[in-house]
């Protein structure tokens, strides 16, 4: 069966969202991706072969991330970016799907849930985060000043892709250098990223708190890496504890970049998860 890959930049609002839209059948269950912090859908390059085996794959790069719209005008709340990604699918007359969200993406589909529960069929959290509170209204006082953005991009510089890399895999010999450009990429190309960070920072709202998360009834795979440093395994086994509908798995000698270190590992968890056959 022939796959129709469709990239393109659709304007929602007042943000541009930039996607990747591998389409093989009307018929076909439909996947949304949903990437982390200072991430982009490269990070799941690895894994949509495999999906878009038995998948229509959406890839979304969420703002101010990858080739999305960077406005400082935009609100990035984890709650807008949702709102944002709900009404991009909309305009695709996208209308019912299941999520996969890695880290900070595995929150905001926990968010686009919550709102619109109607639409997800099943979530797929990698490493998703959670309870993490909003920023103090001190820092957020302080991402006023005018050259904060310059702050952040120092440090991101002095941290270096290397480090960074190393702190989300479990193996670092897996790091090459198309790792490091596609990551390092859309940091270099402009500033405005930057000044949507501070943005950002004020945005962030409080994660999904116990009570909330109670109530959310759609069934939830929960897959972490057992060495994930950025958002620890013990955050997997909370949001478990407090998803009603939800099942917690652990893969061995992993980090948190989990669509990276086992794609084809992820991939075969999903599967099982949906309940979806080879085609023949």
């Known amino acids: 069966m022939e796959i129709h890959t469709i990239k393109g930049i659709e304007r929602v609002e007042n943000i541009e969202i930039y996607f990747e839209y591998d389409h093989m059948d009307d018929s076909f269950p439909t996947l949304v991706l949903l990437h982390g912090f200072l991430s982009s859908s490269f990070s799941f390059r690895k894994l949509v072969p495999y999906l878009i085996k038995e998948f229509n794959v959406i890839s979304i790069d969420l703002p101010p991330f990858g080739q999305s719209g960077k406005d400082y005008r935009y609100t990035y709340s984890f709650r807008n970016i949702a709102k944002s990604v709900v009404l991009f699918l909309e305009g695709k007359n996208i209308r019912k799907f299941s999520i996969i969200g890695h880290s900070m993406g595995g929150q905001i589909s926990l968010q686009l849930i919550k709102s619109h529960p109607d639409l997800v069929d099943h979530a797929i959290l990698l490493a998703g985060s959670g309870y993490q509170p909003g920023y103090s209204e001190k820092m957020k006082m302080v991402s006023y ?18 480090k ?63 060495h994930d440093r950025v958002v620890p395994l013990d955050i997997g086994q909370r949001l478990h504890d407090d998803l009603p509908n939800s099942e917690l798995v652990i893969i061995e000698d992993t980090g948190h970049l989990l669509p990276e270190e086992k794609p084809e590992e992820v991939y075969q968890l999903i599967k099982e998860f949906l309940g979806v056959a080879s085609p023949t």
Request: contains cysteine; glycine residues 8%; positive net charge.
């Open 164 to 226: 960074n890399l190393k702190n989300v895999v479990h193996d670092p010999t897996m790091i090459d250098d198309e790792m490091r450009q596609g990551y390092l990429g859309p940091f270099i190309k402009k500033h405005d990223i930057f000044r949507a960070l501070g943005r950002m920072l004020r945005d962030k709202e409080i994660d999904l708190l116990k009570e909330d998360l109670s109530d959310i009834h759609t069934p939830c795979l929960l897959i972490w890496g057992r």
């Open 145 to 162: 000043l005018p050259f904060f953005s310059f702050g952040i991009k120092r440090y991101l510089q002095k941290s270096g892709i290397e």
